[in-house]
């Protein structure tokens, strides 16, 4: 089987001199759930953005469904980012519109620019808004002002919006990490939800371990750039734990 997703000695080094990542290479399967840990820093949220081209990396290659992604012109990023959705830890979305009109963005990609422009999607489009939303349990907020949500609830809705987008593969990039603890294991279980009933391949960057052992399928751990583990959940030892965490660091656990 190809993987969906696969990275090969990928490298990105800012033009400030920091090396964010360093020789970076692994495989992600069609239907995976793979979940990246690492301290802050350790170049995570950059590997994420790079498999999107939200940023451009600096050495290696990426490849999609066994192509490379590498040197992809404008044109064909954009068609990229249809298949590679992405939510983000601060969830993207606009304050001030409907919970209904920020999911119908996610459509944007196929909307001719004029019909963007003022509103007009198709009543198809708008059935699926309705779908995704109601697949995240939030389908009776959609008339709300997004600034009228929890966090939780935001997530949720930049969810249902990368799920316009029909996605292939969801880069999840600390979708909890803003969230009150009794709220990420709800967030979590979407994601998980997204996962097996769409068969969407997710990769999740997160920080606890005991969120990584419930949903992970499969881990990698960077620190400094470098891939130094890479396993299931179970084999995180504590030896292991320190290895990613450094020495001392304590295990936080969320309930």
Known sequence: MTPIIKTENLEKTYPNGVRALDKVSFEVMPGEFLVVIGLSGSGKSTM???????????????????????????RQVRSLRQDVAMIFQHFNLIERHTVFDNVLMGALGRTSILKSVFGSFSPQDKKKARDCLDLVGIEDKKNYRVDQLSGGQKQRVAIARALMQDPKVL???????SLDPATCHSVMDYLKKVNQELGIT?????????????????????????????????????????EIYGKGAVEVHVN
Not at 50 to 73: A, H, P, Q, W
Request: proline content about 3%; some cysteine.
């Open 202 to 242: 997710t990769i999740c960057n997160l920080h606890f371990l005991s969120l990584v052992r419930q949903y992970a399928d499969r881990v990698i751990a960077l620190n400094k750039g470098q891939l130094v583990f890479e396993g299931g959940p179970q084999d995180i030892s504590q030896q292991w734990f320190e």
């Open 171 to 177: 880069l999840a990039d600390e979708p909890v990490a």
């Open 48 to 74: 994420l953005r790079c498999m999107n081209r939200l940023i451009d990396s600096t050495g290696g290659k990426i490849f999609y469904n066994g192509e490379s992604v590498t040197d992809y012109s404008k």
